[in-house]
Structures are given as structure tokens and as C-alpha cells.
T-cell receptor, first 112, second 112 residues
Framework: AQSVTQLDSHVSVSEGTPVLLRCNYS??????LFWYVQHPNKGLQLLLK??????LVKGINGFEAEFKKSETSFHLTKPSAHMSDAAEYFC??????????FGKGTRLHILP | EAQVTQNPRYLITVTGKKLTVTCSQN?????MSWYRQDPGLGLRQIYY???????DKGDVPEGYKVSRKEKRNFPLILESPSPNQTSLYFC???????????FGPGTRLTVT
């Protein structure tokens, strides 16, 4: 069975400093992995996805994530946080013929 | 404009009164899903459909029904709503299980 664990429910960083949002997954097969962002009172938007091509995936707004099979991790990073990055972030795992599993989310706070 | 629409956007109802939330997409997508979002729990998949007339249970299907008679529509039915189904509901569609999902604007349901 698949599962996703987002290791921090809240992360606070200062504007201009790096962001790290951690995600570990469990899957019996080769999964597809995604990060979505949800700004307050808004819908969900795809940041990036991994589907067995390059292990370092670049997304929108300067975010990237690295797929590490040995560690079953797919952590999201950004070199320099901006105030507009304040939002909730979801790590998602899916594979063929099975349900899609969302993590419980990490709320990112940006301190001025 | 490519989009997923949901109706109604807000609904307050009473326990036991059957209701339907409609979902429609105009992108000719094969895969459609329903999720509920609750604080601290992320999004949980209720049902999904990989094609017309093909539906499967997600993580939290109890108390819900779906149908997929046409490719573009995927209504969510609550035959006898209960207060624990008070939640924010999202419909989503994608080309396949490993493609980006496009989300509707959400339906906020309150059952009293």
C-alpha cells in the first residue's frame, strides 16, 4: 500500500533564506510523485512532478525537488524564500491502477 | 478556457437530505477524482474514475456514491448526509493517473 508522510506540519523561514519541506513516501511499485501548493482560500496548483525521468525535478517559482529512491524521499526546496511563497504544500504519490494519496500538508510561513 | 467546474460552491443542508454535487471538465480528461479536505488531514480521495463507467473507491468512500456516465461529468452523491461529512470538497481531472491534476474551485458543505 502507498503512503505519504510530510515530516513537518508547519515550517517558518525568513524571507530570502532557503526553504526545505520534507516528504517521505512508501510504495510497492515505481510511483509518480507530485508537489502541489494551495494559497489561502484558493485552489490547488501543481508545483512539479517526478515520473521516473531525471531525479532532480525543477518546478515553477524557483522550486525543485530531488527523488531519492534509497531514502524514499522527495523533499521540496527553494534557494530563497519570498513572501508570496506563504501557503500550504502537499506531497502526493500515485501509481497505476491505484488511488492517489496526499500528505497531510506543510504550512509554510515566511517571516519578514 | 480549460477548467473544472463544481456546483454548488456552498451548501448548508440537514442530516439525511440527499444531495448531489456536480463536477464537469472540458479538457477531455480520462481520469477524474473527488477529494475532501479537512484541517490537519490534507486531501483524502473519496472515489476516482479512470474512464467512463469505471469507478473505484479511494481512501474514504463510506457514505458517498459516484457515477461516470459521460466523460466530462463526475457527480458526487450523498444519499443520507451526516454531520461528519461537513467538509471542503474538490473535484479534479487529469489525462491519466500520473499526469497533473486540475482542480475545481471547491464546494464547502455543512451538514447540520
Amino acid at each position: 500500500a502507498q503512503s505519504v508522510t510530510q515530516l513537518d506540519s508547519h515550517v517558518s523561514v525568513s524571507e530570502g533564506t532557503p526553504v526545505l519541506l520534507r516528504c517521505n513516501y512508501s510504495s510497492s511499485y515505481s510511483p509518480s510523485l507530485f508537489w502541489y501548493v494551495q494559497h489561502p482560500n484558493k485552489g490547488l496548483q501543481l508545483l512539479l512532478k517526478y515520473t521516473s525521468a531525471a531525479t532532480l525535478v525543477k518546478g515553477i517559482n524557483g522550486f525543485e525537488a530531488e527523488f531519492k529512491k534509497s531514502e524514499t524521499s522527495f523533499h521540496l526546496t527553494k534557494p530563497s524564500a519570498h513572501m508570496s511563497d506563504a501557503a500550504e504544500y502537499f506531497c502526493v504519490v500515485s501509481h497505476q491502477d491505484d488511488k492517489i494519496i496526499f500528505g497531510k500538508g506543510t504550512r509554510l510561513h515566511i517571516l519578514p | 478556457e480549460a477548467q473544472v467546474t463544481q456546483n454548488p460552491r456552498y451548501l448548508i443542508t440537514v442530516t439525511g437530505k440527499k444531495l448531489t454535487v456536480t463536477c464537469s471538465q472540458n479538457m477531455n480528461h480520462e481520469y477524474m477524482s473527488w477529494y475532501r479536505q479537512d484541517p490537519g488531514l490534507g486531501l483524502r480521495q473519496i472515489y476516482y474514475s479512470m474512464n467512463v463507467e469505471v469507478t473505484d473507491k479511494g481512501d474514504v468512500p463510506e457514505g458517498y456514491k459516484v457515477s461516470r456516465k459521460e466523460k466530462r461529468n463526475f457527480p458526487l452523491i450523498l444519499e443520507s448526509p451526516s454531520p461528519n461529512q461537513t467538509s471542503l470538497y474538490f473535484c479534479a481531472s487529469s489525462g491519466n493517473w500520473n499526469y497533473e491534476q486540475y482542480f475545481g474551485p471547491g464546494t464547502r458543505l455543512t451538514v447540520t
